[in-house]
């Protein structure tokens, strides 16, 4: 069995094939290592999130990852000014749309944080702050995963997410790590 984490970048789809027509200049996970047949990620992140990804050829590892409510944080920054009542409506569950039905996420985790000093630089930049306002940075505890949850929550309080990193996973985290860093786990 073969178990690695990865700092997926910006801009790269969690996927090792792109079956789509059209733009098909699409970066995806098999650029960044050698990796064994049969190797699967564990769960997504978009392509414009970034973070930690595990990637595994063992069925097992994945979907105790996806399906135990292991708890996922990630790193928010969003347009505007986060205060108390944005963490206090966010940790207790909103409801918001997935694939056009209604949803109530569960309570989470949510604290106001300074701007990461560690994280990489992404490969495209948010935009400057001078010209278009100030930024602030959440760190966001999900012990689920809907399809673009995260966003759609700070979207639904006004605060719409103009990056995304999934810091941790369990207790791997991508702490020191580099966008399209690849590390081999022995779990």
Not at 57 to 63: E, L, N, Q, R
Not at 64 to 88: C, F, L, N, P, R
Not at 172 to 185: G, H, K, P, S, W
């Given at each position: 069995?073969?178990?690695?984490?990865?700092?997926?970048?910006?801009?790269?789809?969690?996927?090792?094939?792109?079956?789509?027509?059209?733009?098909?200049?699409?970066?995806?996970?098999?650029?960044?290592?050698?990796?064994?047949?049969?190797?699967?990620?564990?769960?997504?992140?978009d392509?414009?999130?970034?973070?930690l990804?595990?990637?595994?050829?063992?069925?097992?590892?994945?979907?105790?990852?996806?399906?135990?409510?292991?708890?996922?944080?990630?790193?928010?920054?969003?347009?505007?000014?986060?205060?108390?009542?944005?963490?206090?409506?966010?940790?207790?569950?909103?409801?918001?749309?997935?694939?056009?039905?209604?949803?109530?996420?569960l309570?989470?985790?949510?604290?106001?944080?300074e701007?990461?000093?560690?994280?990489?630089?992404?490969?495209?930049?948010?935009?400057?702050?001078?010209?278009h306002?100030?930024?602030?940075?959440?760190?966001?505890?999900?012990?689920?995963?809907k399809?673009?949850?995260?966003?759609?929550?700070?979207a639904?309080i006004?605060?719409?997410?103009?990056?995304l990193?999934?810091?941790?996973?369990?207790?791997?985290?991508?702490e020191?790590?580099?966008?399209?860093?690849?590390?081999?786990?022995h779990?």
């Amino acid at each position: 069995m073969a178990y690695y984490k990865i700092f997926k970048p910006y801009g790269m789809l969690s996927q090792f094939v792109y079956n789509q027509k059209r733009r098909k200049n699409k970066r995806l996970l098999g650029e960044l290592s050698d990796f064994p047949e049969g190797i699967m990620s564990v769960g997504r992140l978009d392509q414009d999130s970034e973070g930690l990804l595990f990637l595994t050829t063992d069925g097992k590892f994945s979907h105790h990852i996806t399906s135990s409510g292991m708890e996922k944080e990630y790193w928010v920054q969003v347009d505007g000014i986060a205060k108390k009542e944005h963490v206090e409506k966010l940790s207790k569950g909103l409801k918001i749309s997935i694939y056009g039905k209604p949803y109530q996420t569960l309570a989470c985790q949510v604290k106001l944080m300074e701007p990461p000093q560690d994280l990489p630089k992404r490969a495209k930049d948010i935009r400057n702050e001078n010209d278009h306002g100030v930024t602030s940075w959440l760190s966001i505890t999900l012990t689920e995963g809907k399809f673009r949850q995260v966003r759609k929550m700070t979207a639904k309080i006004g605060l719409p997410t103009l990056r995304l990193v999934r810091y941790r996973i369990g207790e791997q985290t991508i702490e020191q790590m580099q966008a399209e860093e690849v590390i081999e786990m022995h779990p």
